[in-house]
């Protein structure tokens, strides 16, 4: 069949990668789909396109690859491939485990962005790039961030958020060349529709272990709890990366996907709470000793995230995101945390019972979107 246009999503079959290649596929009926599998991922690829319909598998196309290396791991006749077909590129793949190396950050979050705008060049019929950023290159900083700023003298707290910010600053120099944009998601949560997520980390942590605290124990927060947190769903990051992949006004911009009405990390816990049937303590944890709240028993697997979490739930800062709301006004809105909550802590209930019932553990630490997951 003709297709209207061709599409490269990296980062596919990570969680982020997949649900854009969901997204697409479903809104653009007559659009074909090339996704960057590597090798060692081609078992849950083939996972996910078993739950696809026929016409949705028939218009995926998988070429094996690592989006990190030379001409993305293909063949030379692949890659031209690309280049004389694809309209669209959606880049995603990267690295976001706050606990990995320096090298395996650099490795794939600078490797990956210089190797999709080098394809970018080569594209014959290239209308738009879209560069998966995120927010938390803003690094230490407090107060509020800007869409257009990056280099603040702002320090790093881990090799993932110093690479994702050098990964930017490498593609906003292309902006003059390229039809380029940036988005910048806020911390992602999962679905708002079903709740699924890909792992526990960040606030997940802190729903795990109101989850797994009696419910006659009061649980102190590891920070005052005044702090914004913004959290953003899946789904929302998704259509909204699409939507501005296809405005003119998008290019050569960078666009923060915030939640418009972030509660404070203390109303986001005592909603969490109520759904769960436990309470917070009126208490709280300084965040030097608020790895003790971690202590939980079963916690210990995901402690390399409990730094990044406690940061989290402890900077305040405000993502001002007037350049994204102008673009998707009246098109894609953030939904209210409150909406949604539920689900996402029923989806955690679950596969806490499913761990219990000694089914095979499905979180890791190894989060790249070129590793398992």
């Known amino acids: 069949m003709p297709y209207d246009e061709v599409t490269l999503v990296t980062g596919y079959p990570a969680f982020r990668g ?3 290649v969901d997204h697409l596929l479903k809104v653009r009926p007559r659009s074909l789909v090339y996704v960057v599998v590597h090798e060692k991922l081609r078992r849950e690829a083939e ?6 319909s026929h016409s949705e598998r028939e218009r995926l196309v998988v070429m ?16 031209r491939e690309l280049g004389s077909r694809v309209n669209r590129i959606h880049h995603l793949a990267q690295v976001t485990y706050p606990g990995v190396s320096r090298a395996m950050a650099m490795e794939v979050n600078l490797g990956a962005t210089r190797e999709i705008l080098e394809l970018g060049r080569s594209c014959s019929a290239l209308q738009s790039i879209v560069i998966h950023s995120s927010a938390s290159v803003a690094g230490d ?3 509020v961030v800007y869409e257009h700023e990056l280099n603040v003298g702002q320090s790093f707290r881990s090799p993932v958020e110093q690479t994702l910010a050098r990964a930017e600053r490498i593609a906003r120099a292309k902006m003059g060349e390229l039809p380029l944009c940036v988005v910048r998601p ?8 079903t709740g699924e997520v890909d792992r526990f980390d960040g606030p997940y942590m802190m729903m795990r272990v109101i989850l797994s605290t009696p419910s006659e124990v009061p649980i102190p927060l590891p920070a005052r709890g ?10 929302f990051v998704v259509a909204a990366a699409e939507h501005v992949s296809r405005l003119p006004a998008a290019v050569g911009r960078t666009l923060h996907l915030a939640d418009p009405q972030p509660l404070d990390v203390r109303e986001v816990f005592e909603l969490v709470a109520a759904a769960a049937g436990r309470k917070l303590s009126t208490r709280f944890i300084p965040s030097p000793i608020a ?14 995230s409990q730094r990044a979490m406690i940061h989290l739930l402890a900077t305040r800062v405000r993502y001002d995101s ?18 949604y909550l539920e689900r996402m802590v029923e989806f955690v209930r679950l596969r806490l019972e499913s761990s219990r019932k000694g089914e095979p553990e499905w979180l890791s630490e190894d989060e790249t979107s070129l590793g398992p997951t």
């Open 18 to 20: 997949r649900k854009m």
């Open 47 to 52: 996972l996910h396109q078993a739950g696809l």
């Open 64 to 79: 094996e690859g690592d989006a990190a290396a030379m001409d993305l791991g293909l063949s030379g006749a692949e890659y």
């Open 141 to 143: 900083r407090s107060g």
């Open 186 to 193: 806020t911390h992602i949560v999962g679905d708002s529709r």
């Open 226 to 235: 005044d702090a914004r947190l913004n959290l953003v769903p899946i789904d």
């Open 291 to 304: 790895q003790a709240v971690l202590g939980v028993p079963g916690l210990s697997h995901i402690s390399g």
């Open 322 to 339: 007037s350049h994204a709301d102008e673009l998707l006004s009246g098109s894609v809105r953030c939904p209210p945390l409150k909406s």
